[in-house]
């Protein structure tokens, strides 16, 4: 079955930057995009982009060009997203998700379990 | 970006009754818009596609309607699990935009 399988919990310090993971299994890692979701403490839910592990092709909201960098490695089956030059507005959980086979690829019918990223000094 | 409104921000209903939220896109959206579901804590869980869709092992007391610039969520005859948050989400074009939610409460 499809798992997402998300890296812990972050604490960081404002300024910095943190990569977080999103290993997947259960299905061809090359053939579908994986999406990242923003959600902040009672708030709704935000895309940031995707990318394609097949080629490598991204695609992110434009509101986090330069903030998150999206990567994956096709050899581990393992999407990255990196987050830089981190301020409290980047404290949030930060979601994996994957498409429905078949349909709008827009549909996210897997999801990991979401990574808490708390920026404080 | 298309906006996504959604109504009401929040909604107290009791067992067994029958509730609709509601979700406004800024454009035409042409029926391509979803409907998740989350408890706290926990990831969205997608429960409706295309508008109007069921995804596999989705309750069938669930339905979504609409059509251009209007959605609509129905939930019959609400059990215990039911209570949560609900977001709609544009799927037609990039970026992929989600209403701001609307968390149902036991009354």
């Known amino acids: 079955q499809v798992q997402l399988q998300q890296s812990g919990a972050e604490l960081v310090k404002p300024g910095s930057s943190v990569k977080i993971s999103c290993k997947a299994s259960g299905y061809t890692f090359t053939s579908y995009d994986m999406h990242w979701i923003k959600q902040q403490p009672g708030n709704g839910l935000e895309w940031i982009g995707w990318i394609y592990p097949g080629n490598g092709n991204t695609k992110y909201n434009q509101k986090f060009n330069g903030k998150a960098t999206l990567t994956a490695d096709k050899s581990s089956s393992t999407a990255y997203m990196q987050l830089s030059s981190l301020t409290s507005e980047d404290s949030a959980v930060y979601f994996c998700a994957r498409p429905l086979p078949g349909y709008n690829p827009n549909w996210f019918a897997y999801w990991g379990q979401g990574t808490l990223v708390t920026v404080s000094s | ?107």
């Open chain 2, 1 to 107: 970006d298309i906006q996504m409104t959604q109504s009401p921000a929040s909604l107290s209903a009791s067992l067994g009754e029958t509730v609709t939220i509601e979700c406004l896109a800024s454009e035409d959206i042409y029926d391509i818009l979803a409907w998740y579901q989350q408890k706290p804590g926990k990831s969205p869980q997608l429960l409706i596609y295309d508008a109007s869709s069921l995804h596999t092992g989705v309750p069938s007391r669930f339905s979504g309607s609409g059509s251009g610039t209007q959605y609509s969520l129905k939930i019959n005859s609400l059990q215990p699990e039911d209570f949560a948050s609900y977001y709609c989400q544009n799927g037609l074009s990039a970026p992929n935009t989600f209403g701001a939610g609307t968390k149902l409460e036991l009354k």
